[in-house]
């Protein structure tokens, strides 16, 4: 099993960039999957998460509004949108899954994807 996250990169505040984590070994459509991050000095945090029963999500407060996560079941894909990008948005984006939990606890997840470093510059 592999997650592989990429799409990160240095973007100006109030710029866009759409992560993606791509699944290999597992059939994403049966599993939650979630982003978190993790700036430098900082815990990890929890970002969002989509469901597989009904592709439901949830976000932390700090980016509901700007960043949207959606999958693409024959892709076997799931996508983080981050739009109106602020410079506390930096931090390494890590994608986590699940076929058991569709949480805010990282801990929980049983397969990690490696991070993708997303910078904003002010």
């Known amino acids: 099993v592999q997650l592989q996250a990429c799409g990160g990169g240095l973007v100006q505040a109030g710029g866009f960039l759409r992560l993606s984590c791509a699944a290999s070994?597992?059939?994403?459509?049966?599993?939650?999957v979630a982003w978190f991050r993790q700036a430098p000095g900082k815990e990890r945090e929890f970002v969002a998460v989509?469901?597989?029963?009904?592709?439901?999500?949830y976000y932390a407060d700090s980016v509901k509004g700007r960043f949207t996560i959606s999958r693409d079941n024959a892709k076997n894909t799931v996508y983080l949108q981050m739009n109106s990008l602020k410079p506390e948005d930096t931090a390494i984006y890590y994608c986590?899954?699940?076929?058991?939990?569709?949480?805010?606890?990282?801990?929980?997840?049983?397969?990690w994807g490696q991070g993708t470093q997303v910078t904003v510059s002010s």
């Open positions: 986590l899954a699940s076929q058991l939990y569709s949480g805010t606890y990282a801990n929980r997840y049983a397969y």
């Open positions: 070994g597992l059939t994403f459509s049966r599993y939650g």
């Open positions: 989509i469901s597989w029963t009904a592709g439901s999500t």
